[in-house]
């Protein structure tokens, strides 16, 4: 018989309208059996088969849940050079050039996380100074949104680059005007030109790096992910491989749900899994697209041209006819998809294909919706779609999205509340590592809409959320992507025993910062520590 376990003298918030808050929890089985008080629950549940653990007060609310990250790229930090967080162009060259000095002969210098917005130094460094600081080794390393790359003139020469040949659809080799030689900087799907000459890293490096970066996720209190990852972790089937290794047989207890790219789609129907395959702790997701880029680059697609760039729409990542075919692929296997949309364009153009299809079992994800319009918002609102939303974007983002955007624009960009007023199903997610894998950080953001130590009120204050509502966003509403909302996200007899617990009690704080303050003392897994 399983032990039961009883947690007692916790200040527990469920989400569940029948019961919202409540002092003690009974687990049996991975399961949420009873609830109610210390003394009712120790004397119905107590006997000496079970253990009771006391939590002495602390705030417990269902298990944080990331609806859209990147776990295999977040490994990256574990492998390779990490610039996130740098303000400084000088200081990214001077790490960079240490970083060069310590790799051999033949090895690339492969790193992420740069951001030319926070600079105060200058921009974008050029192959130039690229070349200066890295003369020997070839250099590729993503910018933190993972739509721009930086490469050196080694890169190129060991990709065989020449003006001549073909740049992936939808990708930019960016030249010098004068020179009309590369900068340095690739947009979008150019990077494939050089991704394919970059050795791959062994299977036990990947499985070393993704063990490392769920256990970081766990003490950060996530109990469930939704990742896509194929592209990082060599393929489909090595994808499934690594974490059905992790999660089912070293018992990592992360519960995850992989996105699979459209590119890996014959790989997926060849190994007879779909959408909802597997356990409560592995499932396979929605299949991942792409319909524009970044609003940092100006490869967002919008419907008028960037305020700070006249002529300029951004981006479709494919034709229309391309995306529909794409669309069409995963329906025939009765897979949802989930689909990158930031620019208004580019959620017009993927809602018009959508509506031309029915809905299927699990719901589809339109991811980011960075950019909307009021007749967009009204679409969105269907019960079989999910708007997958960032917070943490709001306090990166702002103020140079509304040089972008312009006024207007600007006025519903990032609109959280107005989605959520207008009934559409949002969940929250931090798109990690492009933003930080805390859900603590995520959640302040849609608290505060601005930057940790900022006095403000907010970019677009009247598109705050409540701390109870931005909870709910990364626990109760990230049960619904995958239709596991009657099996977790709340705190509720018969749902999995995912719970996280805190060192300070978010809902009593004086002033939303002291969330940035707040630890994770315990993450609960189907009821046991981990």
Not at 33 to 49: A, H, K, V, Y
Not at 119 to 141: K, R
Not at 349 to 355: M, Q, R, T
Request: with cysteine.
């Amino acid at each position: 018989m399983a032990l039961r376990k009883i947690y007692i003298n916790g200040n527990f918030y469920t989400f569940d309208n029948m019961r919202p808050i409540t002092q003690a929890v009974v687990v049996e089985n991975g399961r949420i059996t009873d609830m109610g008080s210390t003394g009712d629950m120790l004397l119905q549940w107590q006997n000496p088969g079970s253990e009771t653990i006391n939590l002495y007060g602390k705030t417990v609310t269902p298990g944080l849940i990331d609806s859209h990250m990147h776990l295999s790229i977040t490994a990256e930090h574990f492998l390779n050079l990490d610039l996130t967080g740098v303000t400084s162009k000088q200081v990214m060259l001077e790490k960079i050039q240490t970083y060069a000095k310590t790799l051999k002969q033949g090895e690339w210098l492969l790193g992420r996380g740069w951001d030319e917005n926070v600079f105060t130094d200058g921009g974008i460094p050029t192959i130039d100074e690229l070349d200066h600081v890295s003369p020997a080794t070839p250099l590729y390393i993503p910018r933190i949104c993972s739509h721009a790359f930086l490469v050196n003139s080694k890169a190129l020469e060991a990709s065989h680059y020449h003006p001549l040949m073909s740049v992936p659809e939808g990708g930019t080799v960016v030249l010098d005007k004068q020179t009309e030689k590369p900068t340095g900087l690739l947009l979008e799907s150019a990077s494939q030109l050089i991704t394919e000459y970059i050795p791959e890293k062994s299977y036990d490096q990947l499985k070393n790096a993704l063990r490392k970066t769920m256990q970081f996720a766990i003490s950060k209190g996530l109990t469930s992910v939704h990742t896509n990852d194929p592209h990082f972790l060599g393929g489909f089937n090595q994808t499934y491989q690594l974490y059905d290794a992790l999660l089912n047989q070293e018992d990592l207890a992360l519960r995850t749900n992989l996105l699979i790219d459209h590119d890996f789609l014959d790989d997926l129907k060849a190994s007879g899994m779909y959408a909802g395959f597997g356990n409560d702790t592995l499932q396979i997701g929605a299949v991942k697209l792409f319909a524009d880029g970044a609003l940092g680059r100006r490869t967002a697609l919008l419907s008028e041209s960037y305020s700070d760039a006249t002529g300029t729409y951004g981006e479709a990542m494919y034709d229309q006819e391309t995306l529909f075919n794409m669309v069409q692929d995963a329906r025939k296997l009765s897979m949802p998809i989930a689909v990158h949309t930031i620019g208004d364009q580019a959620l017009e153009n993927v809602l018009d294909i959508l509506d031309q299809f029915p809905p299927v079992w699990y719901r589809d994800r339109i991811i980011h919706v960075q950019v909307l319009r009021e007749a967009l918002i009204k679409r969105l609102v269907e019960p079989s779609r999910i708007a997958d939303i960032q917070p943490r974007f709001v306090p990166s983002d702002f103020p140079w999205v509304m040089e972008r955007l312009g006024e207007k624009r600007s006025s519903l960009a990032y609109a959280w509340r107005t989605l959520q007023q207008a009934g559409v199903i949002c969940a929250g997610g931090s798109d990690a590592p492009v933003e930080p894998i805390n859900p603590l950080m995520g959640i302040h953001a849609a608290v505060t809409r601005r930057s940790p130590g900022e006095e403000h009120e907010g970019w677009n204050p009247r598109e705050k959320l409540s701390m109870s509502e931005a909870f709910r966003l990364f626990t109760e509403m990230g049960a619904y992507p995958t239709n596991e909302e009657n099996k977790k996200g709340t705190i509720s007899r018969g749902k999995l025993a995912d719970m996280t617990v805190y060192s300070h009690n978010p809902f009593k704080m004086e002033h939303p910062d002291e969330l940035l303050e707040t630890d994770v003392d315990m993450t609960i897994i189907g009821g046991a520590v981990k």
